[in-house]
């Protein structure tokens, strides 16, 4: 059995019954567009262990075999430290989607099987995340002859038959824009309940806090939370679990105009944005709230606009401690 540091646990104990919700990052081990040795993965990991008990890692199917994901040792450095892991289980990296290759119905079958191997592989991840951001029509596309929720039913169905004893399916994290209703109303079927364990939500809101933004529909994310509760209950089931598996505000210094239009907020608001954001997931019964990200996505994203969520500029710089964007006064949570 893995040692773990007596005081990483005890840290982890006390950050929980502060806290009253379960906290993480999400990183980019398992991402093709991101090599990393080992001393690079270790000193990540020394950032996030003291102050979250979650990473989120995604391990994409490139439509190629599952031995071949970039993923060496990361998994057992993970559990050295006694950090939870959620898989995120997508088709591929969105960069290496954009425009050239789009969930269809006829990949669901290689899909699963994909999913199957992939969970068999690393039996130590318990937590699977079954797409990302399903609703955004940039990453996905569909025929107009089937909705796009039907198809993630479907989806879901076979993932579910594929999955090893004790995995357990979070369903892919939603943004709440475009048609994110009809998703969540699928999401809260009958016809969808039996085949994923958690709820996932992606309910970005820069620059605004998440207590204050409106999101689709006009709501803010406590209405869509009610929304989602009421759902399930009209057709007759127990909630599942929510979690938030990404949010996060772009941040920097001496911002310009024209990154203020884009949603861009100060490091040095970012402990207080965080704070509210807790505070209020707490207050609606969020389980587990994981932020994106450890680092800035410069080296990934290739549109002319990177949104730097990170602690950390790409090359190591640090902008801001998750330490100290994390520690939320406890008086926020009694």
Known sequence: MLKVSRIILLALFVNSLVLGIELGLVHHFGSPTVM?????????IKKISPVVSWVREGLYW????????????????????????LGLFAYSHPTQTEGRFYFHEAMIADFGRAF??????????????????????????????VKPWGLYQKLLREVSSQRPEGTLLVSGGLTFEGEVEAWLKALCSKQ??????????????????????????GRTFAEWILWILQEFRNNGLDPKPIWITEIGWPHGTDLSEEQKAWGWVETNDI???FAD????????????MIFYALEDDEPQNRQGHHLPFGFYHHGGETKILPAQALNIPETLFK
């Open 277 to 288: 954001a807790i505070s209020e997931a707490k207050r609606l019964g969020v389980e587990v």
């Open 116 to 145: 199957g191997a992939m969970a068999r592989k690393y039996p130590e991840i318990r937590y699977w995340e079954i797409l990302n951001e399903m609703n955004l029509t940039q990453y996905f596309r569909y025929s107009d002859k």
């Open 36 to 44: 990393k040795d080992k001393g690079q993965r270790i000193d990540d």
């Open 62 to 85: 490139l439509d190629e075999d599952v031995s071949r994901q970039p993923v060496q040792g990361f998994v057992e450095e993970y559990l050295e430290k006694n950090l939870n892991i």
């Open 192 to 217: 969808s309940y039996d085949d994923y364990d958690v709820l996932a939500l992606h309910p970005y809101s820069y620059p605004k806090l998440l207590s204050e933004a409106k999101m689709a529909g």
């Open 271 to 273: 402990p207080r944005i």
